[in-house]
């Protein structure tokens, strides 16, 4: 049995919970180029919105979501921007728990999307 054949394909999630605010969470057809640099996703804090790129290979578009997640915490969190490494991991790790245990769907749909490369 393929690994795949195990995690069937789940609906993208509309929304993610961090921490006391909610995201929504829209996929838009085309990527964002800014200073050159082509994004697959970014988050719109100040709309609360986390857009993430359609057509995206499964494993890149996992990336881009949690790369984007990271920056709603970071932002949900009023973390400063000029924290150190450890500094950061240690103020990330208790809202990205409380993120996973708020958004088991989430988190379900990024396991399909990363098991279906494999």
């Not at 949690?66 to 921007?81: N, S, V, Y």
Request: a negative charge; glycine letters at 4%; hydrophobic letters at 50%.
């Amino acid at each position: 049995m393929k690994i795949l054949d195990q995690f069937p394909a789940l609906a993208p999630p509309v929304s993610v919970r961090v921490m006391h605010l909610v995201f929504d969470i829209k996929f838009v057809e085309k990527t964002l180029a800014i200073n050159a640099a082509e994004m697959y996703g970014w988050c719109d804090a100040s709309n609360l919105t986390i857009h993430l790129c359609q057509g995206l290979r499964p494993a890149l578009l996992a990336d881009t979501a949690i790369h984007e997640l990271l920056h709603a915490i970071h932002f949900t969190a009023g973390m400063d921007d000029e924290l150190d490494d450890e500094t950061m991991a240690k103020q990330l790790s208790g809202p990205l728990v409380c993120v996973m245990r708020d958004n088991p769907e989430f988190f379900d749909w990024l396991r399909c999307l990363i098991n279906s490369e494999i």
